[in-house]
């Protein structure tokens, strides 16, 4: 059976003809699992959940020069099962790695796996990989507990308990189209034409190597947790300046964006997820969409002035999210700057994690944590993922007593230690606009007492001065 792709899947189908050995749209959940287990009953759950989502057993091709999805019969997902002996923690890392980075052949093979990483009868990981042209992550996280609440029953003999689905991911597709046929798609267009107008779609970041011609869509990743002293003047210091933690967190990464560039007008997307999604139903898709926010610091612009402008073009642009931004270079006449991908380069990611779902919690919790779920012992595992798809990439997972940042960047742009100081600059724009929202953010020093030492020292070659005897570098 064909099927329509959505915008967004279009645009990734592109990207995938573009770079088909990349990894960097590959989004993974792997898993500890530490109990016995009964292999027969988890390889009929794989076929039973893929059975309820069409989406995991459906290849993506051309027909007549139109990218379709073609939904199969099945025989696309099965568990693949790697007796691995006693590894290490390390060594079983990387064999996972090897699962994440294999790439996908669309047309044929579809665009998912489950591979079970065995060290023992009792001692396992599952790798799920997919291509993000399928699922975003929180549909990952659906089609996993699908699998495993299948797992479960099969195991005590039952049948999966799963409320029938009522819709599937075309429907979103065609509820896609009748907007963007609608008269509504106009004023959306026109919103964000306005939005977008006259900004620089390049932003000139400090880079370490030239822009290549054509994005290799290579990346590596810089992970820190905030430091519990910001972490925990998060949530009044955004109370105080009339917004959200994670939009105060984004405004300041406008902040660190301009500081590091210069540039008073640019854009960055924002990745939200569109509303008329049918995560809510249990469907597994790929819904989401990045939006574009425009980041503008006049020359006396305090933290305050810009979280009120972060707040309100949020507010507004999440009103009106369902407008595929993939469609938006074409809407505004841009053409593509050699190696950019046209609208804006630099992208955040912000996830809050409250009462969701066990693995959601369990996977922004990241390594080592652990969890119960469907009669199972789960562990948490982080492993490299969607790399290298924007020269910078924040995300940001905050629970009620920490904040995970990743900062993921093109390799073909960025050293990691290039990405390690933007992280310190970040940390210390934060605990300015802590201290004080209403002071001017081009009057922040970005550097520590340290790196100030550390830089002075390099300039004069003299090691016994330090950052107290010379106040002139910020």
Not at 74 to 98: F, H, K, N, T
Not at 160 to 169: F, I, K, V
Not at 315 to 334: C, F, K, N, T
Not at 430 to 444: K, L, M, N
């Amino acid at each position: 059976m064909e099927r329509a792709l959505s915008v967004g899947q279009e645009a990734l189908w592109f990207v995938n003809r573009m770079a088909p050995d990349s990894a960097a749209y590959h989004l993974v959940y792997a898993v500890g699992l530490h109990d016995r287990l009964d292999l027969p009953a988890l390889g009929r759950a794989v076929r039973e959940t893929a059975q309820r989502h069409d989406i995991l057993r459906s290849t993506f091709t051309e027909i007549d020069g139109v990218p379709r999805r073609v939904v199969r019969d099945g025989g696309l997902l099965r568990l693949e099962v790697r007796d691995v002996g006693a590894v290490s923690e390390d060594e079983l890392a990387a064999l996972a790695q090897i699962e994440v980075v294999r790439p996908f052949r669309l047309p044929t093979d579809g665009p998912a796996r489950l591979v079970l990483l065995r060290r023992a009868p009792d001692d396992a990981m599952l790798v799920f990989v997919c291509h993000h042209i399928a699922l975003d992550g929180p549909s990952q996280v659906l089609v996993l507990q699908d699998l495993l609440d299948a797992y479960q029953a099969l195991r005590e003999g039952g049948t999966p308990g799963w409320a029938p689905l009522t819709a599937g991911y075309h429907d979103f597709v065609a509820a896609e189209r009748r907007l963007l046929d609608s008269p509504r798609a106009a004023e959306l267009a026109g919103y964000w034409r306005e939005v977008c107008a006259d900004a620089q779609t390049v932003l000139d970041l400090p880079v370490d190597r030239p822009r290549l011609g054509r994005p290799r869509l290579l990346g590596g990743t810089h992970v820190f947790q905030m430091p519990p002293d910001i972490v925990d003047e998060l949530i009044p210091a955004s109370r105080a300046n009339r917004t959200t933690p994670a939009r105060y967190l984004i405004g300041l990464f406008q902040v660190l964006l301009y500081r590091c560039s210069g540039q008073r007008d640019f854009l960055i997307g924002c990745a939200a997820t569109s509303t008329m999604g049918l995560n809510r139903l249990g469907v597994a898709g790929h819904f989401v969409n990045a939006i574009p926010l425009r980041t503008r610091v006049g020359p006396d612009a305090s933290f305050r002035d810009v979280f009120a402008e972060t707040n309100g073009q949020l507010r507004e642009g999440m009103a009106r999210v369902d407008y595929p931004s993939a469609l938006l270079p074409q809407e505004l006449g841009l053409t593509r700057t050699s190696g950019t991908s046209g609208l804006f380069q630099v992208l955040t990611t912000t996830l809050t994690v409250g009462r969701q779902s066990p693995l959601l919690t369990l996977a922004a919790a990241g390594h080592g944590a652990t969890a119960d779920y469907a009669g199972l012992r789960l562990s948490g595992h982080d492993l490299p993922q969607q790399e290298g798809q924007f020269d910078l990439t924040l995300e940001l997972v905050r629970d009620r007593t920490s904040v995970r940042c990743a900062l993921k960047y093109d390799t073909d742009l960025f050293d990691p230690a290039t990405i390690a100081r933007l992280g310190g600059y970040y940390r210390q724009l934060i605990r300015a606009a802590h201290a004080d929202a209403g002071r001017p953010v081009a009057e922040v020093p970005l550097l520590d007492a340290d790196e100030r030492a550390r830089l002075l020292a390099f300039a004069t070659g003299r090691s016994d001065l330090t950052a107290a005897s010379y106040g002139g570098l910020k």
